[in-house]
């Protein structure tokens, strides 16, 4: 056991020392803009904004703004805060004493003394931020680099696969799935990978004519270049390029960027929400649960690769920030804005007493998350 943690903690020393930058630069980003989020909402609201942190735990570097907020470097930079005029900590819990005290132009300026409306809008900035991050990354991305454009033919078909049991046949063009236009051998690629285990409908052009085939995606252990294992979902069918395709990639506009953007947020937010049906029905592993320790490796992974495949990890990563924030678990954005949903039903807040529980309840899921998915994370790198 001891030779095991010993191996542990020397692929952590060596992997962190190698991926620390790129994984601060795309924390940094991410959290950045769910603040940023806060923040401009704030400002818009009238509240006071008392300090802007990227990060948790002593300061390293600030400065004061006009308007008084103090923009700061913390020690840990683990996440970050926006600290309202009125709010006692950095989770915005009310300092009920001074609430109590305040004078009507000092009141005018305290988040706690705004009504339920503007102050679920300043919560609900942050993922939301977050969200047009990564929407802003991707249409960028597709901008510049054009849309996949690889034929969605069979072209190989393995023995024994979903594939051969559903009828595909070597030339067969998938046009939609589910009612979903397919347009390259990626789009397909990506709805099969994560809908291992689910029955889907495939439209099909065989010999000028169209033809439905069912399929179940087999759920397989697939290792990518840097040798991480990933479970996804598999057809078991190859695409081969012919000199008659069309280019790899074609360029897009405007418009189509933002579009293909939006739809690459939402797939990722379809597919989480997929994953965690999945844990709920006994299908899924919290195995795949991972943690800071993981991203970092995957920064810096991502980075060895190109700074494009940095932005893809930094865009994912905002989307599935923004998703977790808005989890109805106190603490989180998601508790604030259900704490506020309470309160518009009943015309007025819950007690500082049920908050309290509430945020006391809220601290001890997301450490036990942490710790959780940090021990995963020692496991994976260890296995690695």
Not at 53 to 71: M, Q, Y
Not at 233 to 245: A, E, H, K, N
Not at 253 to 273: N, R
Request: with cysteine; aromatic share 10%.
């Amino acid at each position: 056991m001891s030779e095991f943690f010993q191996h542990s903690f020397n692929v952590l020393g060596h992997g962190l020392i190698g991926y620390i930058v790129p994984f601060l630069f795309v924390l940094t980003v991410v959290v950045f803009f769910h603040e940023l989020g806060h923040f401009l909402i704030a400002r818009w609201a009238g509240v006071k904004v008392l300090t802007f942190s990227l990060g948790f735990g002593p300061e390293l570097a600030g400065f004061n703004d006009r308007h008084g907020t103090r923009w700061r470097i913390s020690a840990v930079p683990l996440g970050g805060y926006v600290k309202f005029f009125g709010d006692d900590s950095e989770a915005s819990t009310p300092d009920l004493e001074s609430l109590g005290n305040m004078s009507p132009e000092e009141q005018a300026g305290s988040f706690h003394h705004k009504k339920v409306g503007p102050r679920a809008a300043i919560v609900a900035a942050g993922p939301i931020a977050n969200f047009l991050l990564a929407i802003l990354i991707f249409a960028g991305m597709a901008l510049y680099l054009g849309k996949p454009s690889s034929t969605p033919r069979v072209d190989v078909i393995q023995a024994d696969s979903a594939a051969a049991s559903a009828g595909f046949q070597v030339g067969d063009i998938v046009t939609s799935i589910d009612g979903t236009a397919i347009e390259s051998f990626a789009d397909m690629q990506r709805i099969v990978s994560t809908n291992a285990g689910t029955k889907l409908t495939f439209r099909v052009k065989r010999d000028g004519n169209l033809i439905t085939l069912t399929a179940v995606p087999a759920l397989k252990e697939m290792k990518d270049v840097f040798g991480n294992s990933h479970k996804i979902g598999v057809l078991g069918i190859q695409y081969t390029p012919q000199p008659s395709d069309p280019k790899s990639a074609t360029p897009v506009g405007y418009l189509e960027s933002l579009k293909i953007g939006v739809e690459q947020v939402w797939f990722i937010i379809d597919s989480t929400f997929k994953f965690v049906g999945s844990l709920f029905v006994g299908a899924g592993s919290t195995n795949d649960l991972g943690g800071p320790l993981r991203i970092a490796q995957l920064s810096g992974q991502a980075a060895s690769l190109g700074f494009q495949f940095l932005l893809q990890l930094c865009a994912a990563l905002s989307v599935s920030i923004g998703l977790l924030n808005l989890f109805p678990v106190p603490l989180l954005d998601g508790g604030h804005l259900l704490f506020y949903s309470v309160e518009a039903l009943r015309g007025r807040p819950l007690s500082p007493r049920a908050q309290e529980m509430g945020s006391r309840i809220g601290l001890g899921l997301v450490l036990m998350l942490m710790v959780f998915v940090t021990y995963n994370d020692i496991l994976h790198l260890a296995a690695s």
